[in-house]
């Protein structure tokens, strides 16, 4: 969208009301796909911020109540259909912690999500984050020195996640694999929960 697009739809009284009826029976019916695709409107239309967090926050909720369900039947999340969106939703929050330097929330967050999700970039990805973060190494520090933002071939379901490095992946976890293991024998409690 354009500028001129993105100022019509923040002034068009009938889609806000589309999106708040939206928003209001995506909650009422737990539904994360469509929350999500409210939450991404609203952001890119920088609506109002406390309904985004409210949206945000629900979609949190959900998410951990369903991957709760998931994970007490011993089953992981693939990343299909709404298991991309669960997954999305505790790695956002992982990377929220992140954010805040709150590494160990973010290192916890991230060690529980690659025990549960079933794609094996995907987890390796995830226990670089473990390890770096075990390092306290902050988000922009992180994207700056370790983060390959020049790849354009990433898969689809990969599109919401750092799977692409400026080093070789399974070369790392080998170099850090006593950290990583020092790391599963402390956070490993959290899956016995």
């Known amino acids: 969208m354009n500028k001129d697009e993105l100022q019509e739809a923040r002034t068009n009284p009938d889609f806000l009301k589309f999106l708040e009826e939206n928003r209001l029976k995506a909650i009422e019916n737990d539904d994360l796909a469509l929350m999500y695709e409210t939450l991404d409107s609203m952001l890119i239309l920088d609506l109002e911020e406390d309904k985004i967090n409210n949206l945000y926050q629900n979609i949190l909720k959900t998410a951990f109540e369903k991957i709760e369900k998931i994970v007490s039947q011993d089953k992981k999340l693939n990343l299909e259909d709404e298991n991309l969106l669960l997954v999305r939703a505790l ?97 490993k409690h959290l899956l016995e929960a």
Do not use: P, R, T
Request: hydrophobic content about 40%; overall charge negative.
């Open 91 to 187: 790695y956002e929050h992982g990377i929220e912690n992140w954010s805040y330097d709150n590494f160990d929330g973010a290192k916890e967050i991230m060690f529980v999500l690659s025990n549960i999700v079933d794609d094996e970039l995907l987890e390796k990805s995830l226990n670089v984050l473990v390890i770096v973060l075990s390092n306290q190494m902050n988000l922009d520090e992180f994207y700056e020195k370790k983060v390959n933002l020049d790849v354009n071939d990433i898969k689809e379901e990969h599109g919401y996640f750092i799977v692409n490095f400026k080093f070789d992946i399974d070369e790392y976890l080998v170099s850090n694999e006593a950290i990583l293991k020092k790391e599963y024998e402390n956070l």
